[in-house]
């Protein structure tokens, strides 16, 4: 690589570096909440996250898919099954046609899966819009799971 830069020209390298700048910079910075938000999601603790949430529907802004499902994944470690369905009804408030997409929908069940609601997590699965069906996922018509939580073919 650095056999790279010996061979450019000094000036083209420096206006290389320069436009990498500035397109590093280039992009306007994200809301200080979303940026908070998305903070506390990776980080923790799990109540400021949540109490957030109104925040951002009163601000009129949207958390990215990543930072939900990490929220998603916070709750499982450190919160209660209403601490989940909070996020989830969050969720469907913001995306009523489609919970928030496949990535979100799929962090909620499996959410509920772990909370042991699978009632619940049958429930939102079968409202997922799209699904797949290639091997090693799941399909509604393929698996069923029971109040037992065994599958049946």
């Known amino acids: 690589?650095?056999?790279?830069?010996?061979r450019l020209p000094r000036n083209r390298l420096a206006a290389t570096?320069?436009?990498?700048?500035?397109c590093l910079h280039a992009h306007s910075h994200p809301h200080p909440l979303l940026a908070t938000f998305s903070r506390l999601c990776a980080e923790g603790p799990l109540r400021p996250a949540l109490a957030l949430l109104p925040d951002l529907a009163a601000a009129g802004l949207r958390a990215d898919p990543v930072s939900l499902c990490r929220l998603v994944?916070?709750?499982v470690r450190q919160g209660t099954a209403n601490d989940g369905r909070l996020?989830?009804?969050h969720v469907a408030h913001e995306a009523p046609h489609g919970v928030g997409g496949l990535f979100v929908s799929n962090s909620l069940v499996?959410?509920?899966a772990k909370?042991?609601?699978?009632d619940?997590?049958?429930?939102?699965?079968?409202?997922?819009?799209?699904?797949?069906?290639s091997p090693g996922r799941l399909s509604s018509r393929r698996w069923r799971i029971p109040k037992g939580g065994r599958r049946k073919r």
């Open 1 to 6: 690589m650095n056999s790279l830069f010996k």
């Open 120 to 133: 619940d997590a049958l429930r939102l699965f079968d409202e997922i819009p799209r699904r797949t069906s």
């Open 73 to 75: 994944k916070l709750c």
């Open 87 to 89: 996020i989830h009804r």
């Open 110 to 112: 499996s959410m509920y």
């Open 115 to 118: 909370f042991g609601l699978l």
């Open 17 to 22: 570096r320069r436009s990498s700048r500035r």
